[in-house]
């Protein structure tokens, strides 16, 4: 990858993209021969929102390249607590790292970071903007069950906070990808990512029916409501439990379905078909560890 920071997946070409993916299928395939790759480099954990998988993938990425991570630790045990701003902190951080994870509940924080620091951001959610290296690894997961050329894909759920969508959304249009919009007219996609993805030549549709497009997909994407992100509780509870998938939703689709979802789930798929051959929703989320590994690698190569 040709670039110092991953902030936006606007930035992504498809071959930056393909980079990373094919090696990150090197590294699932032979993972010993990475393990020293990055010996005696740092990773900074920077989270000031929660988080589980995008922190222990990368922390474990990390380690697995022989490298190690320092952590922050939770906004309530840093010194953010007592007022430090986010460019101070950067400032300091770089110090200890080579190179920086960031979670921040602002959008653009990833990109005002990165104007303080040369150490590479990798940015990893500002609110309800950006989640590229999420995008890394539904690419990833999307290239191995459905492929990513001539792909029909639903994207379900909240659509206007939803960080992963906007980013996925935009690398999906470096691939001939056909993409369905499946929202509450109140959760529709924010109009300046419709507005980059008409940019972009993307072949958009927006519906508020799954059943419109069920039967054409190969790849439904479904995500949780971000209830932390409405500024009021009621409008939340309006569209809370709307979109929720199950066995009987699933039998107007195509037996070749590939489910997923960024998770954390709250109510959006039935447990019921975690067991079929639909579900790939956990094996995305360890896709995290093989994907973080390349993008850390690339990040990181020495002749940057
Ligand atoms: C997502 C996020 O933080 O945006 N989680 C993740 O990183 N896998 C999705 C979500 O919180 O709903």
């Given at each position: 990858?040709?670039?110092?920071?991953?902030?936006?997946?606007?930035?992504?070409?498809?071959?930056?993209?393909?980079?990373?993916?094919?090696r990150?299928?090197?590294?699932?395939?032979?993972?010993?021969?990475?393990?020293?790759?990055?010996?005696?480099?740092?990773?900074?954990?920077?989270?000031?929102?929660?988080?589980?998988?995008?922190?222990?993938?990368?922390?474990?990425?990390?380690?697995?390249?022989?490298?190690?991570?320092?952590?922050?630790?939770?906004?309530?045990?840093?010194?953010?607590?007592?007022?430090?701003?986010?460019?101070?902190?950067?400032?300091?951080?770089?110090?200890?790292?080579?190179?920086?994870?960031?979670?921040?509940?602002?959008?653009?924080?990833?990109?005002?970071?990165?104007?303080?620091?040369?150490?590479?951001?990798?940015?990893?959610?500002?609110?309800?903007?950006?989640?590229?290296?999420?995008?890394?690894?539904?690419?990833?997961?999307?290239?191995?069950?459905?492929?990513?050329?001539?792909?029909?894909?639903?994207?379900m759920?909240?659509?206007?906070?939803?960080?992963?969508?906007?980013?996925l959304?935009?690398?999906?249009?470096?691939?001939?990808?056909?993409?369905?919009?499946?929202?509450?007219?109140?959760?529709?996609?924010?109009?300046?990512?419709?507005?980059?993805?008409?940019?972009?030549?993307?072949?958009?549709r927006?519906?508020?029916?799954?059943?419109?497009?069920?039967?054409?997909?190969?790849?439904?994407?479904?995500?949780?409501?971000?209830?932390?992100?409405?500024?009021?509780?009621?409008?939340?509870?309006?569209?809370?439990?709307?979109?929720?998938i199950?066995?009987?939703?699933?039998?107007?689709?195509?037996?070749?379905?590939?489910?997923?979802?960024?998770?954390?789930?709250?109510?959006?798929?039935?447990?019921?078909?975690?067991?079929?051959?639909?579900a790939?929703?956990?094996?995305?989320?360890?896709?995290?560890?093989?994907?973080?590994?390349?993008?850390?690698?690339?990040?990181?190569?020495?002749?940057?």
């Open positions: 990858m040709r670039h110092d920071h991953l902030i936006s997946a606007n930035q992504l070409t498809r071959e930056d993209i393909e980079a990373v993916l094919d990150a299928a090197d590294i699932a395939d032979d993972p010993a021969a990475f393990r020293e790759r990055r010996a005696g480099s740092v990773l900074a954990l920077c989270f000031f929102e929660p988080s589980t998988r995008t922190k222990m993938s990368f922390d474990t990425a990390m380690k697995r390249l022989g490298g190690d991570t320092t952590d922050m630790g939770s906004v309530e045990s840093s010194s953010v607590k007592k007022g430090e701003s986010l460019a101070d902190t950067i400032r300091v951080i770089e110090g200890y790292g080579d190179a920086i994870v960031l979670r921040h509940p602002s959008e653009g924080a990833a990109k005002m970071a990165a104007e303080f620091t040369d150490v590479p951001i990798v940015n990893a959610g500002d609110g309800a903007g950006q989640h590229p290296s999420q995008t890394l690894l539904d690419l990833f997961t999307i290239r191995e069950n459905a492929g990513l050329d001539d792909l029909t894909i639903g994207i759920g909240d659509l206007k906070y939803g960080r992963t969508v906007h980013s959304s935009m690398a999906l249009t470096n691939f001939d990808a056909r993409q369905h919009f499946i929202s509450p007219e109140s959760l529709r996609l924010p109009r300046g990512v419709r507005f980059d993805l008409h940019e972009a030549g993307a072949q958009v927006e519906h508020t029916e799954l059943e419109e497009v069920l039967g054409d997909l190969d790849v439904l994407y479904v995500t949780r409501i971000q209830r932390e992100r409405f500024p009021d509780e009621n409008e939340y509870h309006k569209v809370a439990g709307e979109y929720q199950d066995l009987d939703t699933l039998e107007a689709a195509s037996d070749d379905l590939t489910v997923m979802h960024p998770l954390p789930r709250v109510d959006e798929i039935a447990p019921e078909i975690d067991d079929t051959t639909h790939k929703y956990f094996e995305q989320a360890h896709n995290g560890v093989p994907v973080r590994m390349a993008l850390l690698d690339a990040l990181l190569e020495d002749d940057r």
